[in-house]
Nanobody
Framework: QLQLVESGGGLVQPGGSLRLSCAASGFALQQSAVGWFRQAPGKEREGVACISGSGDSSAYYADSVKGRFFISRDNDKNTVYLQMNSLKPEDTADYYC????????????????????????WGQGTQVTVSS
C-alpha cells in the first residue's frame, strides 16, 4: 500500500522549532518531488516548501517561511523533513506532505509548489500550533 505518514507536529511557543517528518511506504520517495503544504482554518491550502525528485535536491520556499523553514530528504530512511525555526503564531495550521513522481528541477518545483492538486499522494496531516 502506497502511503505517506507525517509526524512531528505539536504545540510550540513563538520562536520555537519543530521538525516534521514525512515517511513513505510502498514506494521509493527518492524519485518523487515532495511538498509540504499547510491549511489553517478558513484558509486555502498553501505550499510551504517543496523539494525536487529525480536525483535533484532543488528546493522552493514560500516567501512567508523563507529563511526559517528548511526541507530535506533522507533517502535511506525514505523520509522528507521540514525543519521549522523561529515559529510564529501565523504558522499555526495542519501540515501535509505530498509526493509527485518523476518531477525534478528548480523551476518545476517552484511551479508545482503552488499547485497542490498536481500531487499524487497525500499524508493525513499533522497539526502545528504556535502559541504562548
Amino acid at each position: 500500500q502506497l502511503q505517506l505518514v507525517e509526524s512531528g507536529g505539536g504545540l510550540v511557543q513563538p520562536g520555537g522549532s519543530l521538525r516534521l517528518s514525512c515517511a513513505a511506504s510502498g514506494f521509493a520517495l527518492q524519485q518523487s518531488a515532495v511538498g509540504w503544504f499547510r491549511q489553517a482554518p478558513g484558509k486555502e491550502r498553501e505550499g510551504v516548501a517543496c523539494i525536487s525528485g529525480s536525483g535533484d535536491s532543488s528546493a522552493y520556499y514560500a516567501d512567508s517561511v523563507k529563511g526559517r523553514f528548511f526541507i530535506s530528504r533522507d533517502n535511506d530512511k525514505n523520509t522528507v523533513y521540514l525543519q521549522m525555526n523561529s515559529l510564529k503564531p501565523e504558522d499555526t495550521a495542519d501540515y501535509y506532505c505530498a509526493s509527485l513522481a518523476g518531477v525534478g528541477g528548480v523551476l518545476v518545483v517552484q511551479a508545482i509548489c503552488t499547485l497542490p492538486h498536481k500531487f499524487d499522494y497525500w499524508g493525513q496531516g499533522t497539526q502545528v500550533t504556535v502559541s504562548s
